[in-house]
């Protein structure tokens, strides 16, 4: 539809242009030209925040008054310290796996479970979540909305912050927890804290 609005726009440009019959050539070329950039910049759709953008730009809105760290610092390096200061946790799945996150070196999981999960009780579906990530040596916690209206998402949370830019459905989760684990163990070494490669088998 925008592709369609945008086409007939530029033939009206053309027409118009052409009404400029005293311009130089080149003078309507540049009328057309300043026209369409105006219009494509302001006129194409504009893709959705994710949750992670949104995510650090209530951060960074909320200590925006906190000139002693920088952009870097407030959503990384000290991210847990501006929540808490800052936001708090809210009350939900994502806020309790936020702050879990938070507390020591170990993935909150946000599970909302929707209707489109059938017969997989979430029960099950978060202990194949917790087994995986124990598996590797790591703790991790889920938490779950068991009525969630729409479809199943799942959100993971390393030191605050959101593992990918959105929540994804469960199958899709678990396709992530390899590289999630490896992720989260590069930025507990590199942080230091811990202080050896995690490689034991646990149970969550």
């Not at 950039?37 to 925006?64: D, E, R």
């Not at 459905?169 to 202080?195: G, T």
Request: hydrophobic letters at 45%; aromatic letters at 12%.
């Amino acid at each position: 539809m925008w592709f369609i609005f945008s086409a007939i726009m530029v033939l009206a440009l053309c027409v118009v242009s052409q009404a400029f019959k005293p311009l130089p050539v080149l003078n309507n070329l540049k009328f057309m030209t300043v026209i369409l950039t105006v219009f494509f910049t302001f006129s194409a759709p504009t893709q959705a925040a994710n949750l992670q953008t949104i995510l650090n730009s209530q951060i960074i809105q909320a200590a925006k008054h906190d000139s002693s760290l920088t952009r870097m610092e407030k959503l990384f390096e000290r991210r847990c310290e501006m929540i808490e200061k800052y936001l708090g946790y809210r009350d939900n799945p994502m806020g309790h796996a936020m702050k879990y996150s938070c507390q020591e070196p170990q993935i909150g999981i946000a599970f909302y479970a929707g209707p489109d999960l059938g017969d997989y009780p979430p029960a099950r579906i978060e202990r194949v979540f917790l087994d995986r990530i124990g598996d590797e040596g790591l703790k991790a916690k889920v938490f779950t909305d068991l009525n969630h209206k729409k479809g199943s998402s799942v959100i993971f949370f390393i030191n605050g912050e959101t593992y990918l830019k959105d929540s994804v459905n469960p199958v899709k989760a678990l396709e992530q927890v390899k590289y999630l684990v490896a992720e989260a163990k590069l930025i507990f070494i590199s942080r230091h804290q811990v202080d050896v490669w995690p490689q034991e088998k646990i149970i969550n």
